[in-house]
């Protein structure tokens, strides 16, 4: 056995001087990369490790690798004036070593993997937590936004339909006044709920859309305090609105939008606001539309400021008023749509203040005709009948003689053989729609304005239809005072070649 272990691992032993020097060599050193080892030979430079240790020293020394790269053990035995040098092959034993570590590092690295998966299964049970959450969340938020939405239709259309229902049996004048101006005031703040309502839905569509035309800046905002001083006189609130004189009497803005959000605010504002003021100022400073709205209102308090433009959420402190929660939300992102900013400054007890701004430049109009800007035929292309009775009857009365049809071909028809001032499209009719009619007026050389009125804003509507020759587009139901100046507007302007 101990010559089959000697054979296996093919001892080598040499004798050395303390000079270094071979005196008598045992076995094959070419088998350990020595060379050919003859007595009398230096082996301090094939042995550089004897340089290290005295004469005297029994040293072993495991796993020595020689210049030639075999591997081996190596035993130092002093033996009075010289030292036995004895080689073992340790190459099996390396590669063993090595395939160990080899083994060893890649169970550290399935280990590294696993530690890794574990975190990553961690991270994902922690995301999959968080999503649950947030889907419970929203699960909730629309819970809530349904029940909203009932309490906000249901409500005011009930009241609507006793107010209704009073009209008919009312005698004295001033209750029939009364009466109808309750009905108005639910349907204006259906319609503002509507709108926020279709602006969101445009939003998460991506279908919102941009339409800036000429607004005569004042007249907007008389019309919003036509609407909001009788609101603030209802709750005993004093209210004051001002443009200041920098403001040019006309800019190139996105009015529709606009209005929507300074009813937001302004609707806010009164909302909350139990007794003082309200006050809206207009001001013009660098290319940009600002807008102000003051109350004396309880303001804002910290935690409601954390949740101040998310849809659906109303005031911790105000509970009792009324609203779907989606005022300031869509105002901000209306704002920054139109490029422009939204900043809230309201300290809870102390009032709020709101500061809207947006981009609006002043536009170059061509001095207007002297022909005059009312009187004279309209052609109105609508298919609701309610519609076509109202604007008939609030045209004439401003002057206008107007001609109703039901339908495309017929508007086209109408327009040709009358040779209107004006034509009013509905973009949705029978036959032929509100855009093609246009087309077609605009082929055969028609030139006066056409305005297309449509109850949706998407973006696409609104290209179509100006695309197809429409002057101006509004939405529907239009509003009266915002349709007759814009009529005015486009009749005084200069003729197109």
């Not at 007890?349 to 609006?360: H, I, Q, S, Y």
Request: charged fraction near 25%.
């Amino acid at each position: 056995m101990l010559g089959w272990a000697l054979e296996r691992r093919r001892p080598f032993c040499m004798r050395v001087a303390g000079d270094h020097r071979v005196l008598e060599t045992w076995g094959d050193s070419e088998a350990f990369g020595l060379g050919a080892l003859q007595a009398g030979q230096d082996v301090a430079d094939i042995a550089p490790f004897l340089r290290d240790y005295e004469l005297s020293e029994t040293v072993e020394l495991p796993f020595i690798t020689g210049t030639s790269g075999h591997a081996y053990h190596v035993h130092l035995l002093p033996d009075a004036n010289s030292r036995f040098v004895l080689f073992i092959d340790a190459r099996q034993e390396l590669q063993q070593r090595q395939r160990y570590q080899q083994t060893a590092n890649e169970m550290m690295l399935l280990v590294e993997r696993e530690r890794r998966l574990i975190n990553e299964l961690i991270d994902a049970r922690t995301e999959l937590t968080i999503r649950r959450k947030e889907a419970e969340e929203e699960s909730r938020r629309r819970g809530e936004y349904i029940a909203t939405m009932s309490h906000e239709f249901r409500t005011p259309i009930t009241a609507m339909l006793a107010h209704a229902e009073h009209l008919t049996e009312a005698t004295s004048p001033s209750e029939v006044h009364e009466t109808a101006l309750a009905i108005r005031r639910i349907t204006q703040q259906q319609l503002w709920l509507i709108d926020n309502l279709l602006v969101r839905a445009g939003f998460e569509a991506d279908g919102f859309s941009i339409h800036r035309s000429v607004t005569d800046v004042r007249a907007l905002i008389d019309d919003l305090c036509l609407v909001f001083a009788p609101l603030a006189a209802d709750r005993e609130l004093s209210f004051a609105a001002r443009v200041e004189r920098n403001v040019p009497e006309f800019l190139l803005l996105d009015s529709l939008h606009v209005r929507q959000i300074l009813v937001n605010l302004l609707s806010n504002a009164i909302k909350f606001t139990d007794e003082g003021s309200v006050e809206l100022v207009i001001e013009y400073e660098r290319d940009n539309l600002a807008a102000t709205v003051t109350d004396t209102g309880p303001g804002i308090s910290a935690q409601d400021k954390a949740t101040l433009y998310q849809s659906f959420r109303r005031s911790r402190e105000e509970p009792r008023a009324a609203g779907a929660g989606l005022g300031l939300s869509i105002s901000n992102r209306l704002i920054e749509a139109l490029g422009g900013e939204l900043a809230i400054d309201a300290e809870s007890g102390n009032g709020t203040r709101a500061v809207m701004r947006v981009p609006a430049s002043a536009p170059d109009l061509e001095p207007a005709a002297s022909a005059d800007s009312t009187g004279g035929l309209i052609v109105l292309g609508e298919d609701d009948p309610d519609i076509t009775d109202l604007l008939t009857l609030r045209l004439s009365e401003a002057g206008y003689r107007v001609h109703g049809v039901a339908d495309g071909n017929a508007v086209v028809a109408s327009a040709l053989s009358s040779d209107p001032r004006l034509v009013i499209v509905d973009i949705n009719m029978p036959k032929l729609d509100g855009p093609a009619a246009a087309r077609q007026l605009r082929e055969r050389g028609f030139q006066a304005p056409i305005i297309a009125l449509s109850g949706a804003t998407a973006r696409e509507d609104i290209e179509y239809a100006l695309a197809s020759g429409c002057t101006e587009f509004l939405r529907k139901p239009p509003h009266l005072p915002t349709l007759k100046r814009l009529i005015q507007r486009l009749l005084a302007a200069p003729a197109a070649d």
